[in-house]
């Protein structure tokens, strides 16, 4: 429960938890690449029905830092998935690859999507992605439905380690940013009440139990 940035410091400013979200990783400044403004629209359309919402680095302006806020969104949400065509600057692609560095350093579920004129860079060679073509419908779903799968072995994971409940909490973590079932909040509330744990973990488990108040707050505005 206790996480660093890429200065290797403990964070502990307030980490707002997006559930059912997606952290986009491709290029945002304009002009677009007609490529990638294809990809992004018709997988909007995939996410919209499953109402994943969409984040990427431009979604907050938080005045700081520019890769603490990148490592703070990443701690966010479930999942990242990269946009990448050849089209794009070799450095604007640097820095997506980067990104998916964090997400995978942080545990979180990723995927890339390319054109079809694309060469995934050697070091990424064994990593999967989708490329972009006539199944993409298809190919992006499949990704969602294992990744909803994992949900539901995240709740197992976090019912079967009595033993060990800061795991459990962050299996049950897990399986609500993917979801966004307020019931792990209850379960996360009950192991919590009865553990003395220190400090920094009471912080970090605290902050996540806020989150069920600020999205409440949210759904009256």
């Not at 059912?20 to 400044?29: A, D, E, H, P, V």
């Not at 050697?122 to 006539?134: C, G, K, L, Q």
């Not at 994992?150 to 800061?166: F, T």
């Not at 792990?184 to 009950?190: A, E, I, P, R, S």
Request: glycine share 4%; proline share 3%.
């Amino acid at each position: 429960m206790i996480y660093y940035n890429h200065d290797r410091e403990v964070i502990t400013d307030f980490i707002s938890y997006e559930p059912r979200s997606c952290f986009i990783m491709t290029q945002l400044g304009l002009p677009l690449p007609n490529i990638v403004e294809k990809i992004r629209a018709d997988l909007s359309t995939e996410l919209s029905k499953r109402k994943i919402v969409e984040l990427d680095a431009n979604s907050y302006i938080k005045g700081k830092d520019f890769l603490n806020k990148i490592w703070k969104q990443v701690l966010a949400v479930p999942m990242g998935i990269a946009i990448v065509s050849k089209e794009m600057k070799v450095t604007t692609i640097s820095n997506i690859f980067y990104e998916i560095g964090v997400l995978n350093a942080l545990g979180k579920e990723t995927i890339v999507i390319k054109s079809s004129d694309y060469d995934i860079p050697s070091d990424f060679i064994r990593t999967e992605y989708i490329e972009y073509d006539d199944d993409f419908s298809d190919k992006i779903n499949k990704f969602l439905d294992q990744i909803f799968e994992l949900a539901d072995h995240y709740e197992l994971m976090g019912e079967s380690l009595e033993a060990n409940p800061l795991l459990a909490i962050d299996y049950f973590k897990r399986a609500y940013l993917i979801n966004g079932n307020s019931e792990y909040f209850m379960k996360t509330k009950v192991i919590s009440d009865g553990k003395d744990f220190d400090m920094q973990t009471k912080h970090c488990i605290n902050n996540f139990l806020s989150t069920e108040k600020r999205l409440k707050m949210r759904s009256k505005k």
